[in-house]
């Protein structure tokens, strides 16, 4: 796999043309290529402070940064399977740099387009109160849309494009998918709002809400589960061709094209950091399903990767899912 990662790297150095032409050379390499996309990647700072007062100087106990945004999430889950996919994006300034290097350094494939200004930076400060967090605002810029657009026009039947995150605009989803739907690639989006029911007219291949993000979108505070499945049929009326809600503790559901409903249950263990749980879902269906071509297997592998997030408090390994199921 590092191998793959330095042909890209020189094959792009050397490309004038555009970078489409060398993720093109790679992913003859491997059949099928995932794209992610990160609108706002991030850089994320994480400190411990025992006793945090604010307006007073505060020593941190550890810190640790990372690169943070959902596209990449779900794009160091799929390396961990050993699953090559490339982050798209838009990076910025000296900090831009910083999240290029992280993520290069998790041997991720990145092509993400340069724009003006600085990356952002979000704080995270861990307290005996909880965690308070500082987001930097979104950088990106709606004019350089059409980079990203021309990144994509490559895509084949047998691609993934995978749309994860919110976005300053609602219609910046729908408008790539909009973009690329004559390649026939399979789109996932995880997004809430009309960022996501924006999307559903241009049939994605799967959309991943969460309990509570389903629960907004038809303006209600709970639901059985029966009703979790009416939900997701309405949606899929709509034009998505597979749902799956994830259900945090509880597993997931999903209703597939043809109309089936399954369920996965999740694991049992103890959950230590829900955060990139459901990146992690999305990654472990992506895999379940290129390797099984199977839904009701993709979910619940799924599922277990989810599961091995939580319960590890990072990213899941193939270590760490391996020990809740076996592995694919
Ligand atoms: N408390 C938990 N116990 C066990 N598994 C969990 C837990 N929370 C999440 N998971 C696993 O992760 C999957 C996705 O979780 P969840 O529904 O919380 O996604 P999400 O809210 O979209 O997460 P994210 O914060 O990444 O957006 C679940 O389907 C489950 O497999
Ligand atoms: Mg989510």
Redesign the pocket.
């Known amino acids: 796999m590092t191998r793959s990662v330095n042909s890209w790297s020189e094959a792009r150095i050397h490309d004038s043309e555009g970078s489409i032409h060398a993720i093109r050379r790679i992913a003859i390499h491997f059949h099928i290529m995932i794209y992610t996309i990160t609108l706002n990647p991030s850089i994320d700072y994480t400190v411990s402070v025992k006793d945090l007062q604010i307006g007073k100087l505060n020593r941190a106990e550890s810190e640790s940064i990372r690169a943070g945004g ?1 596209g990449l ?1 779900v794009s160091a889950v799929l390396a961990n399977l050993g699953m090559k996919s490339v982050a798209l994006g838009f990076t910025a300034g000296v900090i831009g740099e910083a999240i290029e290097k992280l993520t290069l350094s998790q041997g991720l494939t990145t092509d993400f387009i340069g724009v003006e200004g600085e990356s952002r930076i979000n704080v995270k400060v861990l307290g005996v109160d909880g965690v308070t967090e500082i987001n930097g605002g979104a950088r990106f810029d709606e004019r350089r849309i059409a980079e990203l657009k021309r990144k994509l026009s490559g895509l084949t039947a047998d691609d993934y494009l995978v749309l994860s995150g919110n976005a300053p605009s609602e219609s910046v989803y729908a408008d790539l998918l909009e973009s690329v739907a004559e390649f026939g690639a399979k789109t996932v989006v ?1 997004a809430s709002g009309k960022l996501l029911t924006s999307c559903l007219p241009y049939k994605p291949f799967l959309i ?6 389903l629960l907004e979108l038809f303006d209600r505070t709970e639901a059985r589960e029966d009703e979790i499945f009416e939900m997701a049929e309405k949606l899929r009326a709509l034009g998505t061709r597979n749902v799956i809600v ?7 559901i999903m209703i597939t094209e043809s109309g089936k409903r399954l369920r ?1 249950p ?2 049992k ?1 103890k ?1 230590v950091n ?8 999305v990654a472990g269906f992506i895999y379940g399903y290129e390797k099984s071509k199977d839904y009701a297997e993709a979910l619940r592998y ?6 091995a ?3 590890s408090g990072e990213l899941a390994t193939k270590e760490e899912i391996a020990k809740l199921g076996e592995i694919l």
């Open positions: 959902k999430n995880d991943k809400p969460n309990l509570l993000e994830s259900l945090g503790g509880d597993g997931a996965a999740a694991p263990g959950p829900t955060v990139g749980a459901g990146d992690s879902l799924g599922v277990n990767v989810g599961s997030t939580a319960f």
